[in-house]
């Protein structure tokens, strides 16, 4: 059973920071590139950020450019999303999805590519 989980949500005022990360059971990430997608209350799901299986190809979506960023440690085989500068309109459950026929240096900002998703984690940002 192939299962991501998310970790690192919580609860963080206007222009706080928080980083979330993403890891696997049952297969290794590195060879994939990862989504990061959240989800309001009543909205659809969004694409957020995603990097590519080597890391040498990131993208963002307009409203987080400037404030968030995605890495992923090799090493420890986990993917990150480092939130800065959060907004209210920042609030949502964040999911990371794993693309596993991804092409190396690209990687997808809809879901439809992503086959294996965690279960979330929750993020608000309130004063």
């Known amino acids: 059973q192939l299962e991501l989980v998310e970790s690192g949500g919580g609860l963080v005022q206007p222009g706080g920071s928080l980083r979330l990360s993403c890891k696997a059971s049952?297969?290794?990430?590195?060879?994939?590139?990862i989504g990061w997608f959240r989800q309001a209350p009543g909205k659809e799901r969004e694409g957020v950020s995603c990097?590519?299986?080597?890391?040498?190809?990131?993208n963002y979506a307009d409203s987080v450019k400037g404030r968030f960023a995605t890495s992923r440690d090799t090493g420890t085989d986990t993917v990150y999303l480092l939130l800065n500068n959060l907004k209210a309109e920042d609030t949502a459950v964040y999911y990371c999805?794993?693309?596993?026929?991804?092409?190396?240096?690209?990687?997808?900002?809809?879901?439809?590519?992503?086959?294996?998703w965690g279960q979330g984690t929750q993020v608000t940002v309130s004063s």
């Open positions: 999805a794993a693309d596993v026929l991804s092409v190396e240096a690209m990687c997808e900002m809809t879901t439809d590519p992503y086959t294996y």
């Open positions: 049952g297969f290794g990430l590195n060879y994939y590139a």
């Open positions: 990097i590519s299986s080597g890391g040498g190809t990131t």
